[in-house]
T-cell receptor, first 114, second 115 residues
């Protein structure tokens, strides 16, 4: 069975600073990887996904993530954050099998201050 | 801009009452997922449908929860009887099978409070 670990429950950062949100996964088979963002009192919105091909994936709102198979990681990065990026970010994994269920990490709260 | 819709957005009820949550998936999507989000457990998959057929409901307490898709435009999640520990935000997501996997699109959620 797959699992996802998001190492940081909260990441405080100042506006315009770079940020990295960490995600590690565990699986016995190949996987697909996703990052979702949840703004307060809203549903989850897909930021980006890795299915195959280039290990550097670009998403919406200036975010990108890099798949590292040897380190079983899929860290999310943004070179310069805005106040509006304050939200909870979820990493999720889906195994390469007939079913496509997602297993989510516990989430990382990104807190951007002026 | 196609979206998943969920009703009601908020529900407060008393223990023992029946609760029904509804989800309208994005038109053309053939997979529907139900999740529950709590502070303690995070996001948990409750049930999963493809082409209206249940594929996996192992995450759902069978004695009180039931999930159905009466038609392609409606998915329902029922709790009977409800208990205070069912208080959570319930999300519906819909998806369509791509080349290798589904990409899931989430609704805004139903916030359930059971007193």
């Amino acid at each position: 069975a797959q699992s996802v670990t998001q190492l940081d429950s909260q990441v405080p950062v100042f506006e315009e600073a770079p940020v990295e949100l960490r995600c590690n996964y565990s699986s016995s088979v190949s996987v697909y990887l996703f990052w979702y963002v949840q703004y307060p009192n809203q549903g989850l919105q897909l930021l980006l996904k890795y299915l195959s091909g280039s290990t550097l994936v670009k998403g919406i709102n200036g975010f990108e993530a890099e798949f590292n198979k040897s380190q079983t990681s899929f860290h999310l990065r943004k070179p310069s954050v805005h106040i509006s990026d304050t939200a909870e970010y979820f990493c999720a994994v889906s195994e390469n099998s007939g079913y496509s269920t997602l297993t989510f990490g516990k989430g990382t709260m990104l807190l951007v201050s002026p | 801009d196609a979206r998943v819709t969920q009703t009601p957005r908020h529900k407060v009820t008393e223990m023992g009452q029946e609760v029904t949550m509804r989800c309208q998936p994005i038109l053309g999507h053939n997979t529907v997922f139900w999740y529950r989000q709590t502070m303690m457990q995070g996001l948990e998959l409750l049930a999963y449908f493809r082409n209206r057929a249940p594929l996996d409901d192992s995450g759902m307490p069978k004695d009180r929860f039931s999930a159905e898709m009466p038609d392609a435009t409606l998915a329902t999640l029922k709790i009977q009887p409800s208990e205070p520990r069912d208080s959570a935000v319930y999300f519906c997501a819909s998806g369509v099978r791509g080349v290798v996997t589904d990409t899931q699109y989430f609704g805004p959620g139903t916030r359930l409070t059971v007193l």
